[in-house]
């Protein structure tokens, strides 16, 4: 699960003073700011995910390692700078067309710079306010960031003869649920199994490779079965 798309470019880096956008304080999705629509879009797993211990303190070190590389404001300045030198000649093209330099045309806040080079100014330092704010506030501590792998093993059960023609053994746990599944995942065949295995009738399954799930307690495994 990740988040995105991102839209509305037009409403970032100060660029914007709808929803306060042009604030390099706060968080969006606390959806505090005054006077803003459409705030109820706003998903709520933010919520959540901001409110969890563990998550933060994995988003601060995420934070962290980003600062000290794409994200750090060398790294930053040095991609904004070079892709206006690849926009090159483009950029006069564009405002020879559209001349709107220095003009207000939405919500931009005051005062409107002057020139393309102030407006990338205003962005540089909008941005590097945003990343001390974020750097002070941001919750979660590196420090205190707990990962813990746990190795789920398989659920272990026999199957034979394999491949079989009539008959099927599968031998396992007592209480262990059996699935049979066709290569499209349609369901054939369900059994349980009983006294440490179970024997099952499988000559009117069409010819094929099938696969059997076995689960028990919400531990799972699973096996190919040829039936000849």
């Not at 994995?58 to 690849?86: F, K, M, V």
């Not at 806040?109 to 100014?121: G, L, N, S």
């Not at 009539?166 to 349609?186: C, H, P, R």
Request: glycine share 6%; charged share 15%; proline share 6%.
């Amino acid at each position: 699960m990740k988040a995105g798309p991102i839209w509305d470019f037009d409403q970032t880096y100060g660029m914007s003073t709808v929803c306060s956008c042009n604030d390099f304080t706060g968080w969006t999705y606390l959806q505090n700011q005054p006077e803003c629509e459409d705030l109820e879009s706003m998903p709520a797993w933010w919520f959540e995910m901001m409110s969890d211990t563990l998550f933060t303190n994995h988003l601060a070190c995420r934070w962290n390692e980003l600062r000290n590389g794409p994200l750090h404001l060398d790294s930053i300045y040095n991609w904004i700078d070079t892709q206006e030198q690849y926009l090159g000649s483009a950029l006069t093209q564009n405002f020879t067309k559209w001349p709107f330099i220095g003009q207000q045309i939405w919500s931009q806040p005051e005062p409107v710079p002057a020139t393309y080079a102030e407006e990338i100014t205003d962005m540089k330092d909008w941005m590097a306010s945003r990343l001390v704010w974020m750097d002070l506030n941001l919750p979660g501590n590196c420090a205190n960031d707990v990962v813990e792998i746990t190795e789920i093993k398989p659920l272990d059960f026999s199957l034979y003869p394999n491949p079989a023609n009539s008959t099927v053994t599968v031998g396992g746990l007592s209480g262990t649920e059996l699935a049979f599944y066709s290569v499209q995942g349609q369901l054939v065949l369900q059994s349980t199994i009983e006294s440490n295995g179970v024997s099952i009738n499988v000559s009117d399954l069409p010819k094929g490779m099938y696969f059997v799930q076995a689960v028990l307690n919400g531990q799972k495994g699973t096996k190919k079965l040829i039936v000849n």
